[in-house]
């Protein structure tokens, strides 16, 4: 019992190591990775060289899959150049196994002690996740000897050997088991490794292994599947493509086992060695074969999964991308311009406002009022996505972006509310009663109205550029508007002792308008303070006397 916890603990250590280091790869080279696969769609090899290139860096085909994927998602590539990339990227993982197979095992304790040194010591800084992927790679070293030792004193055990054998009768469930077990571990690679490592230490017999490297190649492809289930038609059919790719390559692979088993297997130096290049030669097939197919496959692809089309007035793109939470830099980035499309929202409502107390308008105060539940749902989403970003990951200015993108989406989803209290007012004590204001009064709104779009607007500026000296205009503002506030609130005063009929049909209504429209304000200026108080331009314990 002991020999086999020794096992699955060492099997938990490689699945742990090789999520330490994809995640610390794309949290430090996650953008310009990105950046890589999209620039090299150009043409044919540019793109397979890029799936190579990327894969190879981060150690994971379903890592890049999903980046491929939200490119085609918001319309960046077109589904065949990914299913192009994806053919590299399955090389890419394909080579990576070949390379761990080697004895690297001297580089584990080098890989630790310096991945420590720099976590530790420079833990919030580029240098200390460079020291995690080290770590990381040190333990998927240190995993592979151990389950190495493991296997072999299991392998001593009668039972062990009997159950073992059980295996060879039935290649449907080596497949299946290797499926399934890529699956669990989330990673092809960790799965062909453990395979490679249990073949080369005799836990297995090779022609076991085999089918289990053709099942996890297969339980990959259905990874990717799962993990874009819930994400829209366009991010899906690239995984589906693939996966169907990879049902090609276990058709082709089938009839060839016993051909590699007879003639390439007895020229190879060891049963570990068999099994890693038989699953480069596997992926190898595969790509050279789909390659050329990967407009055809597309198009099958466009059949069984057909996008949806949207009307014009309905497109647009969305940002909040889930493969690019593990680069929180980028993912803070797509939160941001998400946040920057609610305040655009939010716009509209205040810039429809004026319209509806002018003239009366119910139809548009009823539509404006409807955009207030787009911004509620478009908030949630934001908020969801920034609470997936892990803040101990971040680094001191990721942690301070990541707070001014909360803050903003927060307050203008309570200007919006505000908006839309004040829209229902103005149908309830205005329009249903078809009063009108003054002409003196209906001035003072238009011109507190005019204050807020340009505080909004610059609202949105300080937000996009973080600029001191607008954040400090926009501060300025909060005073100038409470000026104009009690002003306004004295003019009113004044007009209902001199009676005038308008004034005072009215008078409830306006003075609520006054106050209101200083509350967004408010909120408006207060997005100035995350800015200022980053900049040392001002005291944080004096926020809250403004």
Known sequence: ?????????????????????????????????RQLIARGVRTRITAVLSGIGVTAIVQSSTATSLMVSSFVGQGMITLPA??????????????????????????SPLCIFTGVVLFVSRQDTQLGRIGRVLIGLGLMLLALRLISESTLVLTQSELVRTLLQALTTDLTMEILAGALLAIVSYSSLATVLLVATLAGSGGIPVEVALGLVIGANLGSGMLDVLTTLKSDVQVRQVPLGNFLFRLLGVALSLPLLNAWLH???????????????????????????????????????????????????????????????????????????????????VETMLGGLKTVWEHNDAELARQLCGLDDQVDSLYSAIKYYLTKISRSELDAHEGQRWTEVITFTINMEQVGDLIERVLQEVQDKKIRKGRDFSSAGLQELNEMHAHLMNNLRLAMSVFLSGNVRDAQRLLEEKARFRDLELTYAATHLNRLADGKVKSI????????????????????????????????????????GH
């Not at 595969?286 to 466009?302: K, N």
Request: one cysteine or more.
């Open 1 to 33: 019992m002991q020999h086999l916890l020794n096992l699955l603990a060492a099997i938990a250590l490689l699945i742990w190591g090789i999520q330490m280091v994809r995640t610390g790869i794309l949290r430090v080279f996650g953008a310009n990775l």
């Open 82 to 107: 990914a299913l192009t990339v994806m053919r590299g990227a399955e090389l890419g993982s394909a080579i990576m196994t070949v390379v761990f197979s080697l004895d690297l095992s001297w580089l």
């Open 263 to 345: 003639w390439v297997a007895p020229v190879l130096p060891s049963a570990g060695a068999q099994v890693v290049l038989f699953h480069l030669a596997f992926n190898i097939l595969v790509a050279s074969v789909s390659v050329g197919l990967t407009e055809r496959m597309a198009r099958v692809v466009e059949k069984i999964m057909p996008a949806k089309v949207e009307s014009p007035t309905s497109l647009r793109l969305h940002h909040l991308d889930n493969s690019a939470l593990s680069t929180p830099s980028l993912a803070i980035s797509c939160a941001a311009r998400e946040a920057l499309h609610l305040a655009d929202l």
């Open 505 to 544: 049909e009215t008078s409830s209504l306006h003075i609520d308008l006054i106050s209101e429209l200083k509350r967004i304000n408010s909120l408006l200026c207060s997005l100035a303070y995350p800015v200022l108080e980053a900049a040392g331009a001002i005291e944080p314990r004096l926020r809250a």
